[in-house]
């Protein structure tokens, strides 16, 4: 069914799906360059018989299993060494993360649905595994650093330049993502990004300043990267 050409090009799309994975979480990725689920999902992609999209698509989503897997040995690391007047912020931010999850997931579907093409569904197979890799990085990296019983002292994030401009770069991406949404899907990026924004809170209590800017880079470029996969435009928006 395929010609040469197209089979071709999904071999370039899936080698630009591995390199937006590794990609991804750039202010951890030393951390996590050798890291054994990278290393099996890179495996995985490279697989002749693995490279349909089909097949492309079932190694990231065993990629995604195994780093949810991550977050729930880290998660538990993470409670049996945090000293108790952190722990309760912990929870509090595990249980606001899984929201946003469940949240952002809807939107993701909207986003997605008005597209077409091979690319589309290795991106959003991308979308939905790096915030798991990103949540069991920061859980075992706080696992590693909980003997440090200190409070972080932030400054407000209009008086952080850097924190303020990711905060602006966001607000901007979310107003061209809802212009180009259809109308009856926008209630899911509210959802979504009033779920994020209790994610963001809870953690701020408990990282500093650098980790806060990395969290709202990383909604900034989900944000970003939806807004220019999104193929609808309301009619009078620029496209």
């Known amino acids: 069914m395929f010609g040469r050409s197209t089979r071709a090009a999904r071999a370039l799309l899936c080698t630009a799906g591995v390199a937006l994975i590794l990609a991804a979480g ?3 990725a030393e951390v996590a360059a050798a890291d054994p689920i990278d290393a099996a ?3 995985c992609l490279a697989r002749s018989d693995r490279s349909s999209t089909a097949g492309q698509v079932q190694c990231m989503d065993a990629a995604q299993a195994a780093w949810q897997a991550a977050v729930d040995t880290a998660w538990l690391q993470l409670q049996a060494v945090t000293p108790a007047s952190r722990r309760r912020g912990w929870e509090t931010s595990q249980r606001r993360w899984k929201a946003w999850r ?3 997931a809807p939107l993701l579907k909207a986003v997605f649905e008005t597209t077409h093409g091979t690319m589309y569904v290795l991106s959003e197979a991308d979308m939905q595994l790096q915030p798991v890799r990103d949540r069991a990085l920061a859980l075992r990296a706080a696992a590693a650093n909980a003997s440090r ?3 972080p002292q932030l400054r407000p994030c209009s008086m952080d330049a850097q924190c303020e401009h990711a905060t602006y770069d966001l607000n901007r ?4 993502l809802r212009a180009k949404m ?3 899907s926008r209630s899911t990026l509210s959802r979504a990004q009033h779920a994020w924004m209790g994610y963001r809170d809870a953690m701020t209590l408990l990282i500093d300043e650098r980790s806060r800017v990395d969290i709202i880079g ?4 989900t944000i970003k990267r939806l807004s220019e996969t999104s193929a609808t435009t309301e009619p009078g ?3």
Do not use: C, F, I, N
């Open 102 to 104: 469940e949240a952002e």
């Open 237 to 239: 928006q620029p496209s």
């Open 149 to 151: 019983d200190d409070s």
């Open 26 to 28: 750039t202010a951890r």
């Open 182 to 184: 259809p109308p009856g």
């Open 218 to 221: 990383a909604r900034v470029a």
């Open 173 to 176: 991406y979310l107003r061209q």
């Open 41 to 43: 999902m890179r495996q």
